[in-house]
């Protein structure tokens, strides 16, 4: 347990470090999500983005999440998101509470089905956001791939803030060794309630990910990725790319 502590301290403190504005832009801190669940595990991970180049230079995104498997259907996760504009301080943007559900395998397609539902509570006079996720994978051999349908929905009757938005996020990755997966990652815009549709901006680019079992884990599982993804449509008018890390550290209590 000592270790663990000394885990989310150093999570928290990255997190900090490496604080974050979303800025609505496809990908920074969020991830691609797959629809299983893990009953028992504990897992502790830290996220975050950053754009490069452009007049969005320097901007940042990070999230800390800890979340446990209740059941072999469904997990529960606490998340706080911090926010950093280029040339500002950061700060704790947001906490919220999210649910993975495992739904099930569609027949005869082999794809694996999941739902996300996340309650997101802006901490800065703004406010709450409730984000859902259709989630899909297929598993083939060494290949996997995931794709998430993405809509947030701010509870709000201000005027020009009530629309929800719409996204995707796409991964596809084959384990070219024992604990390394190399593919692409993207992420995309497509539109909003009043404007669905049209000219968006994404990001696309290679991935790499690694999981480890260190022994002074001792029975856990330490997970590194690592992505760069370049801009897209009308991406391209606000950065160069996007620099994605997380780590993870994972175990069963």
Known sequence: MTRW??????????AWAGAANAADQPGLSNKVYDPYVKNGVTELELRSGRLTGGRLNGEQAA????????????????????????????????VGIEGVAYLGQIPGLG??????????????????????????????GSFE??????????????????????????QGTFETAPGLKLGAQAFGALGTSDTL???????????????????????????????????VG??????????RLMVAFERKF
């Open 5 to 14: 502590k000394v885990a989310a301290a150093l999570v928290a403190g990255l």
């Open 63 to 94: 999230v800390v999440e800890l979340e446990r498997g209740v059941s072999d259907r469904l997990s529960i996760a606490v998340v706080g998101e911090f926010e950093q504009h280029a040339g500002e301080a950061g700060k704790l943007d947001s």
């Open 111 to 140: 794809v694996d089905v999941g739902g996300y539902l996340e309650y997101e509570q802006r901490l800065h006079n703004e406010s709450g956001v409730v984000e859902a996720k259709l989630l899909l994978a297929k598993r083939s």
């Open 145 to 170: 791939g995931l794709f998430n349908l993405i809509s947030k929905t701010p509870l709000t009757n201000r005027a020009g803030q009530k629309a929800s938005t719409f996204g995707y996020a796409l």
């Open 197 to 231: 549709g049209g000219r968006q901006g994404r990001y696309i680019g290679p991935i790499a990910n690694w999981e480890l079992h260190p022994s002074w884990m001792t029975g856990g599982e330490l997970e590194l990725e690592a992505a760069y993804l370049l801009p």
């Open 234 to 243: 009308t991406a391209r008018a606000d950065s160069d790319g996007q620099v």
